[in-house]
């Protein structure tokens, strides 16, 4: 990168620390203040800094432009893809991507299980809002009181006796994913099937996605889809960072509890 590129871009993360004036610039990028101000009032021109009326240089609202229209540009299910394949690949189970829209959350994509028994779902199909566990790990993510008002106006069908009862049992549920960070569906929509889930996160850290691996009991118990979950959430936390942009930190998950629940 050339050095004045380098020194230019690096004004950026100063100034999001808070409004900063020509000298602190110029000693943070180690040059001279003429130096410095070319560099500002190349920035100031394009929007991306702005010089306050102390004299003191902040971001300038283009840059937060740029950054709304590169998120609501974000194509997760285009990013989260070859994820995806990788994480079939490593496990051979059914991996889905889920996004809500309204008060549905809807598969956008889905790799099949390399198995002969394969799930019954398909893209752009709702999922069962009330038991999925990709459905638990978005709404999880959403503030209380809106939280609270879906839960409220949402049904509670008994597709097993696993199902969720009703939206007291439910807010509990979601409290406790948005605690721990993951979700299950064990036997919660069909008894033969299980389900973990893990979020997709945006640059501004809510959650934007979920993806899945999901199984019957005649290919994997619910113990052996409990395993796979470190994998699923370093998945998910791939995806999130190419959402993000971010280089992926050393991975210090410690190991999750996955002890399934008593059969009841």
Not at 40 to 62: I, M, P, S
Request: charged share 25%; with cysteine; glycine share 6%.
């Amino acid at each position: 990168m050339s050095q004045t590129v380098d020194r230019a871009l690096s004004i950026l993360p100063l100034l999001a620390e808070g409004p900063a004036d020509l000298g602190q610039v110029a000693a943070r990028l180690g040059v001279h203040k003429s130096t410095a101000l070319r560099l500002l009032r190349t920035l100031h021109e394009h929007g991306l800094v702005h010089r306050q009326r102390d004299q003191r240089y902040r971001l300038g609202a283009r840059l937060f432009a740029l950054a709304q229209e590169a998120a609501e540009n974000l194509d997760v299910r285009e990013i989260a893809h070859p994820h995806l394949v990788r994480l079939n690949e490593d496990t051979g189970h059914t991996v889905h991507l889920a996004v809500r829209e309204g008060d549905q959350v809807l598969y956008i994509d889905k790799v099949e299980s390399r198995y002969p028994v394969r799930l019954y779902s398909r893209i752009g199909r709702p999922v069962a809002i009330t038991v999925a566990a990709v459905a638990k790990v978005i709404l999880a993510d959403l503030p209380e009181p809106e939280r609270h008002a879906l839960t409220a106006r949402l049904d509670y069908p008994a597709y097993t006796s696993r199902s969720t009862p009703d939206a007291a049992a439910f807010r509990a549920e979601l409290a406790a994913v948005r605690e721990q960070g993951w979700a299950v569906d064990l036997g919660g929509h069909e008894e033969s099937v299980n389900c973990v889930a893990a979020p997709v996160r945006g640059p501004d850290g809510a959650v934007v996605a979920a993806l899945s691996v999901s199984a019957p009991h005649v290919v994997a118990s619910a113990g052996e889809l409990l395993a796979l979950l470190p994998r699923v959430r370093r998945t998910a936390r791939a995806v999130s960072d190419d959402c993000s942009g971010r280089t992926p930190p050393e991975d210090t998950t410690p190991p999750e509890d996955t002890t399934p629940p008593e059969e009841t």
